[in-house]
């Protein structure tokens, strides 16, 4: 099966953390939501980094630097070097430069993590629009408290022409209280002040990719993540293997409805489904078996959900490779909702 064709979850008779080197791990959704750590990451990355898996952490908001990053990940337990973070500002820092001269001036619309990563390729941050010799403006999530004036000023420098980036264009971001505006809604006011596009580093896009796999040396790696959108898109961009955790801003009934490019290779609750191997989704008459479930995707009618007991996620799987296998290279439109409902998630 190739990626491109992916109808159904796949199985794994090893353990995740045994079958792939490195973890690539989104943070956001992931391993902690609102700067706490979700249940069981804490102990399911010890358990995987003990048995000899390589963790490295690759998150699309560009606030923080990789030192701050790494300090957190150990203040809740996970253990953490500056080294094993990867951001979209590294990224974005290393597209500007590949564009720009050594040493040009780049305004910086976002948090330290943007100013370090600049510095990093040899860039000098500035704050004004109105600096002489302006290179490039870059963009990326500078927290609820960025002012909005800052917009403002990118709005300057862009609509006189010069090169407009973006770390990445992530529409929310997960919170302790709630799903908020992530940069990509930040990006939009800009957009629609200026009618220009800018370059995007982030996941899903290949800079990201090309940076972490520079970073890391991954020879066989496994992203994790919460959003089909950027995780699971990147990793199929990247032509690598995925694992969608259902922590984070992804639900079920979005999950069901994935076109191709947003269908992971396996999907489990949280991190816990790192430390086991994944169950085999099987054709069955008229539909797909997974655990004690079977599910069907009747022509033109409801998806169907068979069976009395069974752990809930088999019969999303279930559901998945149905759903999957009727919509093609589409989408599903078949309702969902009843059989999601059979499941709780």
């Known amino acids: 099966m190739t990626r491109q064709s992916r109808t159904t979850p796949a199985a794994s008779e090893r353990s995740l953390h045994q079958a792939y080197d490195t973890a690539l791990l989104d943070l956001d959704g992931v ?11 804490v102990d399911s990355l010890a358990a995987a980094r003990a048995d000899g898996m390589h963790l490295a952490y690759v998150t699309n908001n560009a606030l923080r630097t990789p030192d701050a990053v790494a300090e957190h990940l150990s203040e809740l337990g996970v253990p953490t070097e500056a080294g094993d973070v990867i951001t979209s500002a590294q990224a974005v820092a290393r597209l500007i430069a ?20 600049l510095r990093e390729r040899g860039l000098v941050p500035v704050e004004s629009a109105d600096e002489e010799g302006l290179a490039a403006v870059v963009q990326g999530y ?30 929310t971001i997960p919170g302790a209280r709630g799903i908020a505006p992530g940069n990509g809604a930040a990006v939009e006011v800009v957009r629609i002040a200026t009618g220009a596009e ?26 994790v993540g919460d959003r089909l959108d950027t ?8 032509d690598v293997d995925s694992l969608l955790v259902l922590t984070g801003v992804t639900d079920a009934e979005q999950l069901v409805r994935a076109e191709p490019r947003h269908r992971p290779t396996y999907v489990d609750r949280d991190l816990r489904g790192l430390l086991s191997g994944q169950p085999a989704v099987e054709p069955d008459e008229d539909g797909f078996r997974c655990g004690g479930w079977t599910a069907v995707a009747p022509d033109g009618g409801a998806l169907e959900l068979r069976g009395e007991d069974g752990d809930p996620l088999d019969g999303l799987r279930a559901l998945c490779a149905a759903a999957w296998t009727a919509a093609g290279d589409g989408v599903c439109t078949a309702d969902a909702a009843k059989a999601l409902a059979r499941l709780g998630l």
């Open 142 to 171: 500078g927290g609820p408290e960025l002012a909005w004036g800052r917009f403002a000023e990118a709005s300057y420098a862009i609509n006189r022409g010069v090169p407009w980036y973006a770390s990445n264009t992530d529409l």
């Open 198 to 223: 800018p370059q995007v580093a982030g996941k899903p896009l290949p800079p990201m990719h090309r940076e972490t796999v520079l970073r890391t040396g991954a020879r066989r790696p496994l992203v």
């Open 31 to 41: 391993v902690y939501a609102g700067g706490e750590a979700i249940a069981h990451a």
């Open 98 to 117: 590949d564009q720009v001269e050594p040493g040009s001036k780049v305004l910086v619309i976002g948090g330290e993590g943007l100013r370090v990563a």
């Open 231 to 238: 995780d699971i898109e990147g990793a199929f961009n990247g």
